[in-house]
């Protein structure tokens, strides 16, 4: 059954790529923005080699995206971080604080424009779309605030880069740190960020048809095979 069908039954709710990660061995999960993400495969050997020297890819299904749509989406998304977005461009992500009244550090998101009128933020573990619509109840900003049905899958490590290559082509060794584009794969929509969790660089791909997430996991396993890809988590206990 589809996670999105599971989704109105349950307080937890699988990833698009849950039925992946039990086909790979996952040991363990933990509640992340309410959904389950992988904590382990196993062999914590193996994912560290993997971690230092070769490719891994996670189920990030967990990292959701606050969408903010409309004519004021570009001033309630200045309202929502300290750092200066006036100069972001579509197609270009940045790295962000996100801080309540107080100055207490809430999130820590990355912010994706892709229009002048459309932002993804990219969060962490809490509600940042029930924050958002806080501020917009307290300044009236004209937005329109969702979650959209996008699942990050994340490629990791030195090798990443010749993985999705492989998969999308060679355009994607250009893109600049935290920057994103269009693609697809065997009709599956994604957008590609260059971003992720490692010093090395990596990816993020952006899933864009919660149904397809098996399918999208196998394509990325199969094209990584001969690197010697495998499972990974990004917070491991």
């Given at each position: 059954m589809h996670w999105l069908f599971r989704a109105s039954h349950t307080r937890l709710r699988p990833s698009p790529y849950y039925e992946a990660s039990?086909?790979?061995g996952v040991t363990s999960f933990a509640p992340y923005n309410q959904m389950?993400?992988?904590?382990?495969?196993?062999?914590?050997?193996?994912?560290?080699?993997?971690?230092?020297?070769?490719?891994s890819m996670w189920d990030v299904g967990g990292q959701r995206q606050v969408q903010i749509k409309r004519r004021d989406a570009a001033r309630l998304a200045q309202n929502l971080s300290p750092r200066h977005l006036s100069g972001q461009?579509?197609?270009q992500g940045k790295y962000v604080p996100m801080c309540?009244?107080?100055?207490?550090l809430i999130n820590d998101p990355v912010v994706n424009k892709l229009d002048d009128d459309l932002f993804w933020f990219s969060i962490t573990d809490s509600d940042v779309k029930l924050w958002a619509r806080c501020i917009v109840t307290e300044r009236g900003p004209e937005v329109e605030i969702t979650e959209p049905d996008v699942s990050p899958m994340a490629i990791q490590r030195?090798?990443?880069a010749d993985v999705v290559a492989s998969i999308f082509g060679n355009w994607v060794r250009n893109q600049?740190?935290?920057?994103?584009g269009d693609a697809e794969i065997g009709g599956i929509p994604v957008k590609i960020a260059r971003s992720g969790f490692s010093k090395q660089g990596g990816f993020e791909i952006n899933l864009m048809d919660g149904f397809s997430g098996v399918e999208l996991w196998n394509i990325v396993h199969e094209a990584g095979t001969s690197f010697g890809v495998g499972p990974e988590c990004p917070n491991p206990p």
């Amino acid at each position: 059954m589809h996670w999105l069908f599971r989704a109105s039954h349950t307080r937890l709710r699988p990833s698009p790529y849950y039925e992946a990660s039990l086909a790979e061995g996952v040991t363990s999960f933990a509640p992340y923005n309410q959904m389950l993400i992988p904590l382990g495969y196993g062999d914590a050997d193996a994912e560290y080699d993997r971690l230092m020297n070769g490719v891994s890819m996670w189920d990030v299904g967990g990292q959701r995206q606050v969408q903010i749509k409309r004519r004021d989406a570009a001033r309630l998304a200045q309202n929502l971080s300290p750092r200066h977005l006036s100069g972001q461009v579509a197609g270009q992500g940045k790295y962000v604080p996100m801080c309540d009244h107080a100055g207490t550090l809430i999130n820590d998101p990355v912010v994706n424009k892709l229009d002048d009128d459309l932002f993804w933020f990219s969060i962490t573990d809490s509600d940042v779309k029930l924050w958002a619509r806080c501020i917009v109840t307290e300044r009236g900003p004209e937005v329109e605030i969702t979650e959209p049905d996008v699942s990050p899958m994340a490629i990791q490590r030195p090798m990443a880069a010749d993985v999705v290559a492989s998969i999308f082509g060679n355009w994607v060794r250009n893109q600049k740190y935290f920057w994103f584009g269009d693609a697809e794969i065997g009709g599956i929509p994604v957008k590609i960020a260059r971003s992720g969790f490692s010093k090395q660089g990596g990816f993020e791909i952006n899933l864009m048809d919660g149904f397809s997430g098996v399918e999208l996991w196998n394509i990325v396993h199969e094209a990584g095979t001969s690197f010697g890809v495998g499972p990974e988590c990004p917070n491991p206990p």
